[in-house]
């Protein structure tokens, strides 16, 4: 059963990704842009563990540029436990 749960998981992850990489409409400040009447859930605070989920993603599936990208980002982004996050995984993932 955990190996179900697993599957559905990366899926779902799979998934949230690929709207996010097709989607034109919903982008951060740098990124991304919404039209006035549009709700811009990626540049509020709450969307920071959800960007650095979409980051371990990109590691889990060995696309490290978008990945260092929205890294360096949280490394910044004002919140202590996701910029110690950030700092960690792009201490474990850049070369030198």
């Known amino acids: 059963m955990h190996h179900y749960v697993n599957i559905v998981l990366s ?33 509020c605070e709450s969307s920071l563990q959800s960007r650095l989920d979409l980051a371990m993603t990109y590691l889990e599936m060995e696309q490290s540029p978008q990945a260092l990208k929205i890294l360096k980002e949280l490394s910044t982004c004002g919140n202590p436990n996701i910029e110690a996050q950030a700092m960690q995984e792009l201490s474990n993932n850049t070369t030198t």
Not at 26 to 36: D, L, Q, R
């Open 11 to 43: 899926l779902s992850s799979l998934v949230i990704l690929m709207s996010l990489l097709f989607s034109t409409r919903h982008k951060t400040a740098i990124n991304y842009t919404t039209g006035p009447d549009e709700y811009d859930f990626m540049a």
